[in-house]
């Protein structure tokens, strides 16, 4: 068993903290809010940090599951930061989707602390989480992966090393694209059948045994003609995600029409002030 920080505990991060402390490892938890923090302490045990310094200090493995480039380069190399009090060959894995750049530049920073770096995005969303059951998608070095891997199987059914670092982040944002695109064909699709007076479950019922099939569909597609969207991965969270992709594809080229266009229907969620709905909420904007 091994000495664990972990910093973030989001929708996320709560649950995939839970599942270290659930499979025997010393775990410390930091969360900028501290409430969320002792309330994770008072259901795992463990212990709970005031910085990302004192929960990493000691640790053998540090994780992380924030918000954005801004708020991973807080906890690693700012202030207070975990790189200053990590021990030499101590593995930080990142769970946060951020870029590509940003898993470089501190993979960089860790290397010349004496430190390894991981970026492992995950995809599964809070039930995923909840139920140990994400994809963890990794990019770093052989070594450090292979060490690092066993852990992240407390809460990962596929942890698959990609290649160097800032694979993970890349093949989230291929993942992030899919989805896209997925949600928004959904959302058509099951609008058109409602303005065509088609019973919608029965529907559902039929097409997801045929080549229409997805995750989305199977998990999303009745509670959107239900209109029920207070839940899961929130409108605003993948509104980050795509400007990411976006900007990925503006510096290596790629074409990315449709997901361009998806993301300005997320800003008008947004905008509307359902930032806070599931990404599901597309079809609102189909809805008469």
């Not at 940003?102 to 960089?108: K, T």
């Not at 060490?147 to 694979?167: D, F, I, K, Q």
């Not at 479950?201 to 080549?211: D, N, P, R, T």
């Not at 929130?234 to 990411?244: E, H, P, Y």
């Given at each position: 068993m091994a000495k664990v920080a972990f910093?973030?505990?989001?929708?996320?991060?709560?649950?995939?903290?839970?599942?270290?402390?659930?499979?025997g490892h010393d775990v410390t938890v930091y969360n900028r809010t501290s409430a969320k923090a002792d309330a994770w302490h008072k259901q795992h045990g463990g212990a709970v940090a005031t910085t990302p310094a004192d929960a990493a200090r000691g640790a053998e493995?540090?994780?992380?599951?924030?918000?954005?480039?801004?708020?991973?380069?807080?906890?690693?190399?700012?202030?207070?930061?975990?790189?200053?009090?990590?021990?030499?060959?101590?593995?930080?894995?990142?769970?946060?989707t951020a870029?590509?750049?940003?898993?470089?530049?501190?993979?960089?920073?860790?290397?010349?602390?004496?430190?390894?770096?991981?970026?492992?995005?995950?995809?599964?969303?809070?039930?995923?989480?909840?139920?140990?059951?994400?994809?963890?998608?990794?990019?770093?070095?052989?070594a450090a992966f292979s060490?690092?891997?066993?852990?992240?199987?407390?809460?990962?059914?596929?942890?698959?090393?990609?290649?160097?670092?800032?694979?993970g982040q890349l093949t989230k944002m291929v993942n992030q694209i899919c989805i896209a695109g997925l949600v928004q064909g959904l959302s058509e699709a099951l609008n058109f059948g409602k303005q065509a007076d088609l019973d919608l479950?029965?529907?559902?019922?039929?097409?997801?045994?045929?080549?229409a099939q997805s995750w989305q569909m199977e998990n999303?597609?009745?509670?959107?003609?239900?209109?029920?969207?207070?839940?899961?991965?929130?409108?605003?969270?993948?509104?980050?995600?795509?400007?990411?992709?976006?900007?990925?594809?503006?510096?290596n080229g790629a074409e990315l029409p449709v997901t361009a266009l998806v993301a300005q229907f997320y800003a008008a969620l947004s905008y509307q002030g359902l930032g806070r709905n599931d990404t599901s909420a597309l079809i609102r904007l189909l809805r008469r």
């Open positions: 910093l973030g505990l989001g929708v996320m991060g709560y649950p995939m903290a839970g599942h270290l402390a659930a499979a493995f540090v994780f992380s599951c924030v918000g954005d480039d801004a708020d991973i380069i807080s906890v690693t190399s700012a202030e207070h930061g975990a790189f200053s009090a990590m021990s030499a060959n101590a593995v930080f894995i990142d769970n946060t870029s590509a750049d940003v898993a470089r530049e501190l993979y960089a920073a860790a290397k010349e602390a004496g430190l390894h770096f991981i970026d492992a995005p995950v995809s599964g969303g809070q039930a995923g989480a909840e139920n140990g059951k994400l994809t963890v998608m990794c990019g770093g070095d052989d060490r690092a891997e066993p852990l992240m199987s407390c809460y990962g059914a596929r942890v698959t090393h990609m290649g160097a670092t800032g694979s479950e029965k529907v559902l019922g039929v097409i997801s045994g045929g080549a999303r597609g009745s509670t959107m003609a239900r209109d029920e969207f207070d839940f899961g991965f929130a409108v605003d969270w993948m509104r980050k995600d795509l400007r990411i992709c976006l900007a990925e594809a503006a510096n």
